[in-house]
């Protein structure tokens, strides 16, 4: 079954980070998402210096072994991008071509430190449009600054970045301030897309329950907004203003 739903955020490659193990696990977790709907599921391990000392080449390669491991008509497609935490060297990486946006290179995924933004973001995020990369900031609800301030996000998103939901949020995955800060910025309609961000098999489930919630207080359209025509628009590089 497909809905035509497209994950952008999901660690089914082996061995690089803190997701998949296995290429058995990488299996499971991408047939569990087909099931759920999604046609495409974009691996995007993390480049987070110091944690996963991953880099382009690095990713590029196990990305092909898991590809021609896995590939076929009864899985959604696979394509490569990465979370890049946004830091010195990712922002020197990004700059320089050594980072790994999104297929078709018109937009980027970038993970921030959990306490705060830094200052400079409004310039670095206004740089990446300039070299005609559209910023994906990865799960906002988790970031304590929004929690505090989501008007925040509103001024990033209206500046022409794009906030990419982790559905899991929704059920409790993270805790009660990402929950409901998940739900302030969905009421707000700040999300112009929604993800897996599965690192397990198990993980999917949180991921259906997270789609189902979307369904009953929203309806079917905007869960095809977040998961269908939302990534469609973000892979062309277009954002919601
Ligand atoms: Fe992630």
New binding site residues.
Partial sequence: MSAGYIDL?C?YVPGVDDGARTLDEARGMVEALGALGFEQVIA?PHLRPGMFDNDRPGLIAAFAATHAALAGPALPRLALAS?HYFDELNWRRLLEGQGLPYPGERAVLLEFYDIDFPPSIDQQLFELRRRGLLPVI?HPERYQCLWRRPETLERLVRAGAAALLDLAALIGKYGRHPQACAEELLERELYQAACS?AHRVQDVAQVAAGMQWIERRYGAEELDYLLAEGPRAILAGLGTV
């Fill in positions: 955020h660690h995007t979370e990865a961000d």
